[in-house]
Structures are given as structure tokens and as C-alpha cells.
């Protein structure tokens, strides 16, 4: 329901009101009869007062709710009124239903003391009126004092019009809850400040939402130690500090037999197990994080090799004591690959890349650690050989299924790359994606990409007509603005509906060019297509800054999706992404669904759609007609 509200002097003169005022309700002449109805009965004794003013040729009744204003002599100072088109419920029943209210107002005089507030406040704030008339700030968090009077003292100072601020409120209760202000301040005709209206609503609920996202997301869940996000964040510290640093990735072998051989929950164990018996054998300033599903990494501040030697001896040592689990046995091992800073790489993707080279080649060998070395490096020949993959035709997509979680129906499908290279063989777009987005060769890969795939599923839509495809956009070409004109030129080209193409870009891609990001996906969206953020949850999982995107579906991390049923935080996480998002009108989809239990859990929480080796594993073009046609078989034969 719409409200707006005016503050009228004793004159009828109109000394401010909001934008709703003036476009709904604004009236030249105030009913003169009306305002001295409002005085009379606020002398005698009434502070709020209900009119309604009767409009002609069909136009609906406007209600007025009127509050007198006093200075501290007992004068009429100004009428607050609130308008609406809908009656105002009965003052008798306020205090039946304001301890509902989220939102309260109060107003400030032109020397900042309180002259209204209003009853809704003190049923928010569990105080009496009297205390919340006279001492309202007090109930204000010390740590919040400063920037709030500093916010108070703009407006007043420099006449701002408008002001917010988030601030934590202490209840008479004892306990403080999430304040969300909107101050607004009305001048008179010598532009002086004649009131301030602030508007406040309690926000308590999405703040412990925010802080609980944020505190869960630098660290895993299931073993307790940083997470990628925190070890990103740890490296790059180091990195620009110039500090030097040993970088061991570990990965630990035979954790998918166990998952198949026991169970998850074994495999959880084992990795549980696996992290304490690492932990038995770190320093002080070591830093351990848990980077992938078995993929660890530590972070060594004693750079000395003979050392570094010494201690990964004696950790793969303490692994040949089997783990065991209830009535089983389990042995496994680990490999170690190790990477220097700053003599192998300067920068975090470099030293990820070499650390994992050296441990690929550490597990080939069946050698437990391996330090990296540049000539077994194979970076150079992929960055030779990539201008030159897209002429020879050796780039190829593959598609994965989305499944609508509701119906079973296809959604859509997303386009991957791949690269299967005469003498390297298959090479990861993990491996030739960051390498292009540097030398700059991404913007032809991209555009190759949606060529081909927007070709391919067009043919497709003949006999699937509501087939949408996603494809992956890389943040590098969110600074490329003639990148929007290709995009059209391609679906000009190939005919393909802009309504039923998806833009997938990483959550934290995103944020890092926020600001051309915005201006390039609002043109896209003007052209039609749809923007989905990717691998959410990893990044800075902002709500704040997603709702102002546009943007129209997330796709949750898989990484909060593997464990969703054995692992309470990470269903909070994924349960409360899923219902913040249908707040802001959003879908949601979550990635790498691999078992029925997750389905089952993703569909009691409301989640839109789903990918995953569930429904299918990616697959080339003719592959996956054959899989859509059975799909739709199979869900045909149900019915």
C-alpha cells in the first residue's frame, strides 16, 4: 500500500512532503475546513485525527491521517499528514497488530530535537513513548553514535536532501537489532531546514543473513580450515607484500573409491582424518586451506628446500597408518606438488598452475612430492598454439542439460569449450582460459563460442522451441564495449531469439569491473538477454549489489551443493541464498548435482533448476540431441 506524507504549517502552506506527495496527492488550496478541524481536536486533547477527502468522477477517496507537531511552548508548530487511498486501520487496533510493523517514523525540528515519532516505534524498539520521544538516541550502539551525527550534521549543515545509514539499535529489552534510516529534509521558502523526516525500518533479519554468509564463506564447512575464497585472499596478501612463500598442493589419491567403495559420509570422514593429521605436522605460520573437493594447499613461510624436504617426508610418513572407519580400513596416500614465490611466478594463477603441474607430475611418477620446474612447464606451447587452435579447428563445444526442478522439463543447456590439441591432447579450459583472457585472444574464443552454439541450439529449437542457451562470459570482456554490437551481430546472423540466450558471468568477475560490468549488461538486457551470475556463494555473495545488477538468475556453487544433505551450514547457506533471491525476483539454479537426495532437499527449498552428472554429463552436439529426445520420452511416458 502507497503512503505519502506532507508537513503543512498552521497556514495551510505546504512546508515539505516526499515524492509520493507531490505526485499523487498534491493539492493547491488545502481544505481549510479540514486543517481547523485538526487543530480543534488535537486542543482538545486528540494528537491524531482521521479525515477523508471524497474525489469526483470515479477517482478513489483519498484518506488523510493527521498528527499535530508542538514546540516546547505548547504551539502549533505544523500538521503531519499522511495520505493513502485505503482506510486507515481503527487506532484501537494498533497496539493489536504494531508489534508486526518493521518500519516507524519520527521527525526532527529545524535545531535536531524529536517532535514526533511515531507509535510503531516503540513497539520495534520495545520502549515506552515517553522514552522514546526524549531519549531515542540513546538507544543507539556507541559504535554507531559517530557516523549517525555525522550523517544528522550534513543535512543540517549543507541541506542535503536525502541521507541513509544502517545503525544497530538497543531494545529495552537489552538487546540491539539492524536499523535501516531514510532521513529526508523539508525546507521552507527561505530554503531553511523546516523538519527531517526519517524513515526507519528494521533490517535485522537480512544483516544476520548477510553476517552469516559472510562468516561461512571463508571457511569449509566440512573440515573446518579456509577455504578457497580466504586462501585467495591470504596468497594475494603475501604476493603484494612481497613475501616469499613455499605453495604445496595436495591432493589426496583414492578419494573417489572411497566415496564409491563406502559411502560420502566415509569420504567425509577420511578427509576430516586427513586435515587433522596435516594440522599434527604445521607451524605456527602456516596457512592451510581446502581449495577443491580432495585439494588442499598450504602455504610455507620457511622457503628453505632442505627444510621443505624434510617436513613433506614426514607427512607422507604419518599417512601410512591406515584411517579407519567404524569396521573398515582405509589406506590412502597423498601427493605434494611445490611451487616458489617469487622465483617460479609472480601472480596467484601462475603459482596455482605450476604447483599443480609439479603435483600431476609427482602422481604420474608415484612419487609423493615434486617441486616445479620450467621445463616441464607447458604453458608457453599453449599459449603459441591458441591463436592458431581456432584456425586449425581444434576447438569443439560440448553442452550440459538444465532441468527445471519443478517439472522435470528441460530448461536449457550451457556451452562449454573444449580443446583437444594434436600432440598435448585434451588441455582444460581451466589451463587456456585464464592464458587467453591475458594476451587478449578471449574476445574471438567468446565470439566463436556463442557463433557455434547459437547456431546449434536455433537448429535444435525446431523440435525444442523452448530451448534456451547459456553461455559463459568472461569479466575481461565487460571493458570490450563493442562487444554489445557483436553480440547482436551474432544473433542477427544466426537468427537466434535474444530471449532465450543466457550470459553466465563469475560472481567475482563481476564485482571486479562492477562498474562498466553494469553498463554492458544493461544493454544487454535492453537487446533481451538474460544475465545469470555464476558459481554464487564463492565470491562476495552480496545481495546488496546483485539487486541493482541486471540480473536474473544465480547459479549456486557446486561447492555448497555436494554436501548439502549431510551438512547442515551448507544447507543454510543454499536454502538462504535460494530465499534472499526470491525476495529480489530472482531464479535460482543450483550446479553439480550428482544424487537424488540432492534433488529431493533442492525442491523442497523452492530452487528454480539444476545441472549436474545427475541428469547428464556435458556432451557433444549429436550426443546431446540423442539425450534430449530420450529425456522428453521418458518424461512423456510418466505422464
Not at 551481430?489 to 571486479?512: A, H, K, V, W
Request: proline share 3%.
Amino acid at each position: 500500500m502507497m503512503q505519502a506524507i506532507a508537513v503543512i504549517a498552521p497556514n495551510g502552506k505546504i512546508l515539505g512532503a516526499d515524492e509520493h506527495f507531490f505526485q499523487h496527492f498534491y493539492h493547491r488550496e488545502v481544505d481549510r475546513g479540514l486543517l481547523e478541524k485538526f487543530i480543534q481536536e488535537a486542543e482538545n486533547g486528540r494528537t491524531v485525527s482521521y479525515a477523508v477527502i471524497k474525489q469526483k468522477n470515479g477517482q478513489n477517496d483519498v484518506y488523510v491521517q493527521a498528527t499535530a507537531l508542538y514546540n516546547k511552548e505548547g504551539n502549533l508548530q505544523a500538521v503531519v499528514a499522511t495520505y493513502q487511498y485505503e482506510p486507515f486501520i481503527d487506532m484501537r487496533l494498533t497496539s493489536s497488530i504494531a508489534s508486526l510493523a518493521s518500519e516507524f517514523t519520527f521527525i526532527l525540528s529545524a535545531e535536531g530535537e524529536i517532535t514526533y515519532v511515531s507509535p510503531t516505534a516503540q513497539y520495534v524498539l520495545k520502549c515506552t513513548e515517553e522514552v522514546c520521544s526524549h531519549e531515542l538516541f540513546s538507544f543507539v550502539h556507541h559504535e554507531d553514535i559517530p557516523l549517525l551525527m555525522e550523517k544528522l550534521h550534513t543535512i543540517y549543515a549543507t541541506k542535503e536532501k536525502e541521507t541513509t545509514i544502517d545503525c544497530r539499535w538497543r531494545t529495552d529489552e537489552g538487546h540491539f537489532i539492524w536499523i535501516h534510516m531514510h532521513a529526508h529534509s523539508l525546507l521552507n521558502e527561505k530554503n531553511e531546514i523546516e523538519h527531517v523526516i526519517v524513515v526507519a525500518k528494521d533490517i535485522t533479519k537480512w544483516k544476520c543473513c548477510e553476517e552469516a554468509l559472510a562468516k561461512l564463506k571463508h571457511f569449509d564447512s566440512l573440515t573446518n580450515i579456509p577455504n578457497r575464497f580466504y586462501f585467495e585472499s591470504y596468497v594475494q596478501h603475501m604476493i603484494q607484500q612481497k613475501r616469499p612463500f613455499a605453495l604445496c598442493y595436495i591432493d589426496f589419491d583414492k578419494i573417489k573409491w572411497i566415496n564409491d567403495r563406502f559411502s560420502y559420509q566415509a569420504g567425509d570422514f577420511f578427509l576430516q582424518e586427513a586435515v587433522r593429521r596435516i594440522q599434527q605436522h604445521l607451524q605456527q605460520e602456516d596457512f592451510f586451506a581446502r581449495i577443491g573437493g580432495d585439494e588442499f594447499a598450504i602455504v610455507l613461510h620457511d622457503v628453505n628446500k632442505e627444510t621443505i624436504v624434510t617436513r613433506l617426508e614426514h607427512l607422507l610418513q604419518s599417512f601410512v597408518e591406515p584411517f579407519r572407519y567404524k569396521e573398515h580400513v582405509i589406506q590412502s596416500s597423498l601427493s605434494v606438488g611445490v611451487t616458489f614465490f617469487p622465483q617460479d611466478g609472480m601472480d596467484l594463477d601462475t603459482l596455482l598452475k605450476q604447483a599443480d603441474q609439479a603435483l600431476c607430475y609427482a602422481k604420474e611418477r608415484g612419487k609423493g612430492y615434486h617441486f616445479y620446474h620450467p621445463q616441464q612447464n607447458r604453458k608457453t606451447m599453449i599459449e603459441q598454439e591458441l591463436p592458431i587452435a581456432l584456425l586449425n579447428n581444434q576447438f569443439y563445444l560440448c553442452y550440459q542439460p538444465k532441468v527445471s526442478l519443478d517439472n522435470e522439463a528441460i530448461m536449457g543447456v550451457e556451452a562449454l569449450m573444449r580443446w583437444t590439441h594434436p600432440t598435448l591432447g585434451a588441455i582444460s579450459p581451466l589451463e587456456f582460459i585464464p592464458i587467453a583472457e591475458k594476451n587478449g585472444f578471449i574476445f574471438e574464443i567468446t565470439t566463436w563460442v556463442l557463433k557455434e552454439a547459437c547456431r546449434q541450439v536455433k537448429q535444435w529449437q525446431t523440435h525444442f522451441p523452448t530451448l534456451k542457451l547459456a553461455v559463459n562470459l568472461s569479466p575481461f570482456l565487460l571493458n570490450r564495449k563493442e562487444f554489445v554490437m557483436h553480440v547482436k551481430n551474432i544473433l542477427q546472423d544466426t537468427q537466434f531469439p535474444p530471449n532465450y540466450l543466457i550470459l553466465e558471468i563469475t560472481e567475482s568477475g563481476l564485482m571486479e569491473n562492477i562498474e562498466t560490468g553494469r553498463h554492458i549488461l544493461t544493454e544487454l538486457k535492453q537487446i533481451g538477454i538474460q544475465v545469470a551470475i555464476d558459481d554464487f556463494g564463492t565470491g562476495f555473495s552480496s545481495l546488496a549489489y546483485i539487486r541493482n545488477l541486471p540480473v536474473s538468475l544465480l547459479k549456486i556453487d557446486r561447492s555448497f551443493i555436494r554436501d548439502i544433505t549431510d551438512n547442515s551450514k551448507d544447507a543454510t547457506i543454499v536454502d538462504t541464498i535460494i530465499h534472499l533471491a526470491k525476495s529480489l525476483d530472482l531464479q535460482v539454479l543450483a550446479e553439480g548435482v550428482e544424487r537424488d537426495d540432492q534433488v529431493s532437499l533442492l525442491q523442497k527449498m523452492d530452487c528454480d533448476f539444476a545441472q549436474g552428472f545427475y541428469f547428464s554429463q556435458s556432451l557433444e552436439a549429436e550426443k546431446l540431441l540423442q539425450w534430449l529426445e530420450q529425456h522428453n520420452q521418458s518424461k512423456e511416458a510418466l505422464h
